[in-house]
């Protein structure tokens, strides 16, 4: 096996007390032996790596000691390519496999601005000439209710100013209370009502606005913090700030090489990818183990492309709350259990 969290760890060992390890493929590999009833014997592969074909044609890593007959089963996060299965058996899959992007968290940016951005420019232009258009058309509205106030006290004597005809009667007191509610009566109740009108639009509106606004600015901000700029591969081979990689000779660095330099595929990102991942035979910007890609990641502007599951977990483990991932979850590739070449239990570790 191969060390690779969370698929493969080293548990707390007792001192003098031999390795013992844990994990997904581990929690697998335990429920197999119960079910099956065998027992085995788990040993880290001497270079630390997964497997893959060496230019004299001889593997690497736990393919190799498959071929070479050293170990019986291969578990870890080791994903079934067709490469490795002209060598050796899978079982069938037992996880889904894709790659994930590991980027570190971009730093928040104070813009005194910022409040402004809920609304367009537009609709704070429009707030900002209605203000003077309704206080206009209040003063006029208030204008002509003082010019009708005035005509009104003018009236003949013995006619009530305020046009009630009595005060002892029932019709008198709902009047007056009908006339306490719009502070006029007679012939200023048309522009006193026009006046409410007006003012209980402009609450409205007022409301209105102010509920958006909050609604909005809410989102903004929120929206702000999860967003990157970089959220696919086609993001990555667009942009120059951020430098990526992947773990040289393994199944993703594999992975991009046959899709960038495949001419049936036809895809300028792929190809765009590979440029950059092989420069200098990977010595670049590729790094030699998974867990040198995640510090590399946490340290600056570097993009880590590996598995999505492990990048998870590193994200989720992360104590400095550092690191993001992104990537596309739909893969047609999976983990599997390797062994050798024709080994009679590949079909019933599939079954189980």
């Given at each position: 096996m191969a060390a690779e969290d969370p698929f493969v760890m080293v548990a707390e060992n007792i001192l003098g007390q031999p390795k013992t390890y844990k994990g997904f493929s581990i929690d697998v590999l335990d429920a197999l032996a119960k079910i099956l009833g065998f027992k085995y014997e788990i040993y880290q592969v001497s270079d630390s790596?997964?497997?893959?074909?060496?230019?004299?044609?001889?593997?690497?890593?736990?393919?190799?000691?498959?071929?070479?007959?050293?170990?019986?089963?291969?578990?870890?996060?080791?994903?079934?390519?067709?490469?490795?299965?002209n060598v050796v058996d899978f079982s069938k899959r037992y996880l889904d496999y894709s790659v994930g992007i590991l980027l570190r968290k971009p730093e928040e940016k104070i813009n005194i601005f910022s409040l402004f951005a809920p609304f367009d420019l537009a609709v704070w232009a429009c707030i900002a000439a209605a203000i003077p258009v309704v206080g206009v058309l209040i003063f006029l509205l208030n204008r002509l209710q003082a010019l009708r106030s005035s005509a009104t006290q003018n009236a003949p004597q013995g006619q009530p100013a305020n046009g009630v005809v009595g005060s002892g009667s029932l019709q008198s007191a709902v009047w007056i209370v009908y006339g306490a509610f719009v502070h006029q009566g007679g012939d200023s109740v048309i522009g006193s009502v026009a006046l409410r009108i007006v003012m209980g639009s402009w609450w409205l509106f007022t409301l209105i606005v102010c509920s958006s606004y909050t609604a909005n600015l809410a989102a903004y901000l929120t929206v702000s913090r999860m967003d990157h700029a970089i959220r696919s591969f086609q993001d990555l081979a667009r942009q120059m700030e951020v430098d990526y990689g992947t773990v040289r000779d393994s199944a993703v660095y594999d992975y991009f090489r046959n899709k960038g330099t495949n001419p049936l595929e036809q895809d300028s990102t792929y190809a765009e990818l590979w440029r950059?991942?092989?420069?200098?035979?990977?010595?670049?910007?590729?790094?030699?183990?998974?867990?040198?890609?995640?510090?590399?990641?946490?340290?600056?502007?570097?993009?880590?492309l590996w598995d999505l599951a492990v990048l998870e977990y590193a994200a989720l483990t992360d104590d400095d709350c550092t690191i993001t991932v992104s990537g596309n979850r739909f893969s047609s590739k999976g983990y599997g259990i390797a062994m050798q070449h024709g080994s009679p239990y590949r079909d019933l570790f599939s079954q189980k």
């Amino acid at each position: 096996m191969a060390a690779e969290d969370p698929f493969v760890m080293v548990a707390e060992n007792i001192l003098g007390q031999p390795k013992t390890y844990k994990g997904f493929s581990i929690d697998v590999l335990d429920a197999l032996a119960k079910i099956l009833g065998f027992k085995y014997e788990i040993y880290q592969v001497s270079d630390s790596k997964y497997g893959s074909q060496l230019p004299n044609g001889s593997w690497n890593g736990m393919i190799g000691d498959l071929i070479n007959k050293r170990a019986d089963l291969a578990v870890s996060a080791i994903t079934i390519t067709p490469e490795r299965e002209n060598v050796v058996d899978f079982s069938k899959r037992y996880l889904d496999y894709s790659v994930g992007i590991l980027l570190r968290k971009p730093e928040e940016k104070i813009n005194i601005f910022s409040l402004f951005a809920p609304f367009d420019l537009a609709v704070w232009a429009c707030i900002a000439a209605a203000i003077p258009v309704v206080g206009v058309l209040i003063f006029l509205l208030n204008r002509l209710q003082a010019l009708r106030s005035s005509a009104t006290q003018n009236a003949p004597q013995g006619q009530p100013a305020n046009g009630v005809v009595g005060s002892g009667s029932l019709q008198s007191a709902v009047w007056i209370v009908y006339g306490a509610f719009v502070h006029q009566g007679g012939d200023s109740v048309i522009g006193s009502v026009a006046l409410r009108i007006v003012m209980g639009s402009w609450w409205l509106f007022t409301l209105i606005v102010c509920s958006s606004y909050t609604a909005n600015l809410a989102a903004y901000l929120t929206v702000s913090r999860m967003d990157h700029a970089i959220r696919s591969f086609q993001d990555l081979a667009r942009q120059m700030e951020v430098d990526y990689g992947t773990v040289r000779d393994s199944a993703v660095y594999d992975y991009f090489r046959n899709k960038g330099t495949n001419p049936l595929e036809q895809d300028s990102t792929y190809a765009e990818l590979w440029r950059t991942l092989s420069r200098n035979n990977g010595q670049d910007f590729s790094v030699s183990s998974p867990s040198e890609g995640i510090r590399k990641a946490k340290k600056g502007p570097y993009a880590f492309l590996w598995d999505l599951a492990v990048l998870e977990y590193a994200a989720l483990t992360d104590d400095d709350c550092t690191i993001t991932v992104s990537g596309n979850r739909f893969s047609s590739k999976g983990y599997g259990i390797a062994m050798q070449h024709g080994s009679p239990y590949r079909d019933l570790f599939s079954q189980k």
